[in-house]
């Protein structure tokens, strides 16, 4: 079993009860086990488009391989009417795989860890919540501009 980063973020429809079904969506994958989810947390969107945010990150214990766990997730995206139609569109739900154990990956279809996830506040500050020796304080104050709070 690998442990898994896997942050969510929505801005359409019920983005509430988005986030909180597709928490237990993940753990409902075959091999995969949830191991703890942060709280929920409101965001403006940052480098995206739309209203509010409703933002988590949950770590996972996996036997999936990276890629079959990014379809996945993709899967889940399109199964909540998830459309690409530009990039930072507003979203029924976005799902990121934030880092996979210690792996290291640069591929067309998938970087790990995510290239930007130190940029991001709807990232840190759930982190923060459920994994406080992994998150700087210096990465945090970096972001303390981005609009973001606890639900």
């Not at 569109?89 to 640069?106: H, M």
């Not at 996830?117 to 998150?135: C, G, M, N, S, T």
């Amino acid at each position: 079993m690998v442990q898994v980063c896997v942050a969510f973020g929505a801005n359409l429809g019920d983005a509430l009860a988005t986030v909180l079904r597709a928490i237990q969506e993940v753990g409902a994958l075959a091999t995969t086990q949830l191991h703890q989810a942060s709280s929920l947390y409101a965001s403006a969107p940052h480098e995206a488009t739309g209203p509010e945010f409703v933002n988590a990150v949950a770590i996972y214990d996996t036997d999936l391989p990276p890629l079959d766990l990014l379809e996945a997730l993709q899967n889940l995206e399109h199964v909540a009417g998830r459309e690409r139609l530009f990039p930072n569109a507003p979203r029924t739900l976005d799902l990121d795989i934030i880092f996979y154990g210690d792996l290291a990956l640069a591929t067309p279809r998938l970087t790990l860890p995510h290239p930007r996830w130190q940029e991001r506040a709807f990232v840190l500050k759930p982190l923060a919540e459920i994994l406080p020796d992994l998150v700087k304080e210096e990465w945090l104050e970096k972001v303390s501009d981005q609009e973001i709070y606890r639900l």
